[in-house]
């Protein structure tokens, strides 16, 4: 009789997969070209197999065999997603320099983008004012056809019916100017940025009634992603332009690419940032009400409980607090802590030999608070960590390595008046020790 299929538990998925780890890591470096990008799939693989345990047959040798089929199979089709979301990012990136607005010194060209952004401004000032929304908040905002007919109160089928419209008028409007301006334009290298610039607007509908052409080019959705990671997992990412992203566990970071502006906002955790030079789309970072402006540096921005932390490796960052004067610059190897609630006190830059450490696998704590150490902490622990008020309170240094984080924390009754006990639930108990 054929073997019964049953959910393997947590366990046996995990000796089976510490078993095949190494197995795993070179095959996945041969799929992706690079070990960093395939360890962090080797932990997506797991993450994935421990929330949805694949049901298997229960004989020991087909079921042993069957559950290293499936899981070289997951990691398989983990890294045919990752290597066509790369796709798409190469693609956005060759479509971004194909279509860079004239240089300063080419007065003629800049002249014609010019000329082409105040006809399409012209055109689309003439749609239906449903239609000229419609356009507007699928091609500038990148909002979804459903979205939009929500937003409108209409049938997906008109929506769909208006922008098709609005593109048709823009394009026969493109295909009127290129027209009358092919005479003027013979070499070749225009006529290709002419091509690139039509599709561009005549696809993407970049004017708006009342703004100039120019700063319609520059807000252009051109490129978003996401970049989110579990607890106890660093996740890494190459963005399009040749930065690179790396987050801490437990953090989330969202990405947008426009022709003038590429940005970022860190919504948990912490992350660090490797900016690609461009002097003509500054990178800017969003963390709560605190702004970090840079062309081409190294730094890490962390959310805490109550203030953002900035630190620098390399370079120069500029940072501001949001509707505010408050604004510093920070060179390399000088950090900045910025409470949360505004505050009138001066900021002053503080020296930081190791800006974010957490990429070394290690943590640095300087006088502070054990609420936020232990709250720091929880974004690496598998289980609940929690600590009453009077013991939140007390401030505490010291060096923690991430993977020893839980024996550094047994550990805490020998550096402060505190007592650690495990909870019925598994969660570790941090509270003040009892007076003798």
Known sequence: MPSSLAPWSAQRWHALFCT????????????????????????????????????????????????????????????????RQRGVQQRSLQDWQQLQPPSASDVADQAMYRQALDLVAQVISA?????????????LQGQTHADIARSLQVSLNTVERDLMQADACLEAALLRWRGDAQGTRQAAARRRRRGALGALLGAAGLACVGWPGWQLWQ??????????????????????????????????????????????????????????????RPFVVQAGPVRIRVLGTRFGV??????????????????????????IVLEAQQSLQVPLADSEAAWQAQPQARPAAWRDGELVFD???????????GRYSSRPLQIDAGAAQLAISGHVRIVLAERWLRSLPQLAPVQVKTQADGALLISLRAKR
């Open 367 to 377: 006088q502070q608070p054990l609420g936020q150490v232990v709250a720091r902490l």
């Open 127 to 139: 749609l239906p004012a449903r239609m000229q929304t419609a356009l507007l908040a699928h091609r």
């Open 20 to 83: 095949h780890q190494p197995q795993l890591l070179a095959y996945l470096t041969g799929k992706t070209g690079s070990r960093d990008e395939a360890h962090d799939l080797v932990q997506e693989t797991w993450l994935r197999l421990a929330a949805a345990p694949a049901q298997l047959p229960d004989g020991s040798s087909a079921s042993q065999e069957a559950a290293r089929a499936y899981l070289f199979a997951t990691a398989k089709h983990l890294a045919l997603d990752h290597l």
């Open 302 to 327: 962390e959310l805490e409980a109550d203030a953002v932390l900035v630190q620098v490796e390399s370079g120069q960052v500029r940072v501001e607090r949001l509707g505010s004067d408050q604004q």
């Open 219 to 280: 807000q252009r959705l051109l490129w978003q992603g996401r970049l989110a990671s579990g607890t106890g997992m660093q996740r890494s990412l190459d963005l399009p332009d040749g930065s690179q992203l790396r987050i801490d566990a437990a953090s989330h970071v969202e990405l947008r690419y426009r022709a003038g502006i590429r940005e970022a906002q860190l919504l948990a955790g912490a992350a660090f940032f490797s900016v690609a030079r461009d002097t003509s």
